[in-house]
């Protein structure tokens, strides 16, 4: 079998984020794709470097690799959204943000959201139907979306890989791994689940 430092050779994944980002919710998983042997890229509606927060105040910078503008899902096997509460807040109120997002949703490829990252799935009409947890204060704002939100520290629904906060991250991190490493899930795209319910013409 092979391990999980070989298991992500050859693929290229999409941390979406802006300024604001929890600083350990994009380092450490950010490490942690890099030793599985992923090629990552750093996508940004900044140019140049984004900032950090951490817990209390600025922490770490990371340079942007691929301007917003530029970047395109199909490029990318993997996608990965940061929490913090700045950086979801404004890339959910970010059209383009919200579209790259919905890209990697009607592709059915997999994504990984931790503690406030749900806030751009949300958005981008990615939540309803779907088993997921995240930072307690969006328990809400999942459930009005319809999704099935659950109080563990990481829960996986066919791709989608979430968890609540900082403490989550080994366990996330793992299973993030895992969904990436697995791939494109069939049938859960938005455009195929829509393709699913419509009438063929006779």
Do not use: Y
């Not at 998983?29 to 950090?52: F, H, M, T």
């Not at 691929?66 to 059209?95: I, S, T, W, Y």
């Not at 990481?154 to 697995?182: W, Y």
Request: proline share 5%; glycine share 10%.
């Amino acid at each position: 079998m092979e391990s999980s430092a070989q298991s992500l050779n050859g693929k290229t994944i999409a941390i979406l984020s802006e300024n604001g980002f929890e600083e350990s919710e994009l380092f450490q998983p950010l490490q942690a794709l890099k030793d599985a042997g992923a090629e990552v890229k750093i996508v940004s509606p900044q140019a140049g470097r984004i900032k950090g927060w951490n817990k209390t105040d600025w922490g770490r910078t990371v340079e942007v690799d691929v301007a917003l503008d530029d970047a395109e899902a199909g490029g990318f096997d993997g996608l990965l959204l940061p929490g913090g509460v700045m950086n979801p807040d404004r890339l959910r109120a970010n059209p383009k943000a919200v579209e790259f997002v919905r890209e990697f949703v009607d592709a059915a490829k997999p994504i990984a959201a931790i503690c406030h990252g749900p806030w751009t799935l949300i958005e981008a009409g990615a939540v309803e139907g779907r088993k997921m947890t995240s930072w307690a204060s969006l328990k809400s704002d999942l459930v009005n979306a319809g999704a099935a939100w659950v109080d563990q520290e990481v829960v996986t629904d066919q791709g989608l890989v979430t968890s609540r906060s900082p403490d989550d991250i080994p366990a996330f991190n793992r299973k993030m791994i895992e969904e990436f490493a697995e791939g494109r899930h069939a049938g859960r795209g938005r455009t195929e689940r829509a393709s699913e319910r419509a009438t063929p013409l006779q």
